[in-house]
C-alpha cells in the first residue's frame, strides 16, 4: 500500500488527452440535432398519434426514413454521452457506476440496431 | 477516494437562482429525452411490427386514466425537447464565447423558458385543431 494521495500520483503526467473527444462529441451531435429536432417537431410529432396505415405511409417515405434514422441515431448517441456524465457525477458506489455504464453502452447499441432494422424493414415494404 | 472533501454548492442553504435552476432543468430535460427515446424506438418497432401490434398499443392508449397518462407524458417529452433544443443553443452559444456575463446569461434564460413556453403551446394547439394527440 502506497501512502501517496491520488492526487500526488498524477501530478505532473499532464492529461490523458482524451477528455476533449467527449466534449467535441457531444457538440457535433447537438449541432445535427438542431435541425432534425425542428423537423421532428414540424413534421413527425403529429404523426405518432395517426392510425397505423398514415403512420406506415409517413415513415415509408425515402426521405422521411432517412431523417428519422438520422435523428434517432444522432438522440441515441448524444444520449449516451449525456447519460454517461450524469452517471459519473452522482453515482458514487463504484460497482453500481460501472454496471450502469455498460449497461447503458448496451442499450443504446440494442436501440441502433432495432432503429436501423426497423426502418428499412418499413422502406423496403416487407 | 475515500477523502471526504467538502462539496459546494450547498444545496440545502442554496438560494435557487433563474441559471442553476435552468442549469439543472437542462440535466433532467436530458433524461427524459433519454427515456422519450427509447419509447420512440418502441413506436418504431410496433410500426414495423404490423397493424396487429399498431391497434393494440392505441387501444391501450386510447382509454380512461391511461389516455390522460400517455398525453400528459407526451407534452413532458414535447416540452422537454423544445427547452433542451432552445437551451442546448444558448449551450452553444456560450462555447463559442459569447455571452457569459451575468446579465447576458439572466436575459438568453429569460428567452429561452418564455419560447420554450409559447412554442410547446402553439404545439399543443395545432394537436388540438388537427385533431391528433
Keep these: ?95 453500481l457506476e460501472v454496471s450502469l455504464q455498460v449497461a447503458i453502452k448496451l442499450i443504446a447499441f440494442l436501440a441502433a440496431l432495432a432503429t436501423a432494422f426497423a426502418l428499412i424493414r418499413i422502406v423496403l415494404g416487407a | 477516494m475515500a477523502v471526504k472533501r467538502p462539496l459546494s454548492p450547498h444545496l440545502q442553504v442554496y438560494r435557487p437562482q433563474l441559471t442553476s435552476t435552468l442549469s439543472i432543468l437542462h440535466r433532467i430535460t436530458g433524461l427524459l429525452l433519454s427515456l422519450g427515446g427509447t419509447l420512440l424506438v418502441a413506436w418504431v418497432l410496433i410500426l414495423a411490427q404490423g397493424p396487429d401490434h399498431h391497434e393494440h398499443l392505441q387501444a391501450w392508449a386510447g382509454g380512461g386514466i391511461v389516455k390522460w397518462l400517455v398525453c400528459a407524458g407526451f407534452y413532458v ?49 395545432r394537436a388540438m385543431i388537427g385533431g391528433a394527440a
Design chain 2, 77 to 125: 417529452f414535447v416540452f422537454s425537447l423544445v427547452y433542451h433544443l432552445l437551451n442546448g443553443i444558448r449551450h452553444l452559444v456560450w462555447d463559442a464565447g459569447y455571452g457569459l456575463d451575468i446579465p447576458n446569461a439572466y436575459r438568453s434564460g429569460w428567452v429561452v423558458v418564455v419560447l420554450s413556453v409559447v412554442i410547446t403551446a402553439l404545439l399543443a394547439l
Design chain 1, 1 to 95: 500500500m502506497s501512502l501517496q494521495t491520488p492526487l500526488g500520483r498524477v501530478r505532473g503526467l499532464g492529461s490523458a488527452r482524451e477528455g476533449v473527444a467527449h466534449w467535441w462529441a457531444q457538440r457535433v451531435s447537438a449541432v445535427l440535432l438542431l435541425p432534425l429536432s425542428i423537423w421532428f417537431l414540424s413534421w413527425v410529432l403529429p404523426v405518432l398519434g395517426q392510425p397505423y396505415s398514415d403512420a406506415r405511409v409517413f415513415v415509408a417515405q425515402p426521405l422521411n426514413a432517412f431523417l428519422l434514422l438520422t435523428f434517432m441515431l444522432a438522440l441515441i448517441y448524444h444520449a449516451l454521452l449525456g447519460v454517461q456524465v450524469v452517471i459519473e457525477d452522482y453515482l458514487h458506489t463504484r460497482w
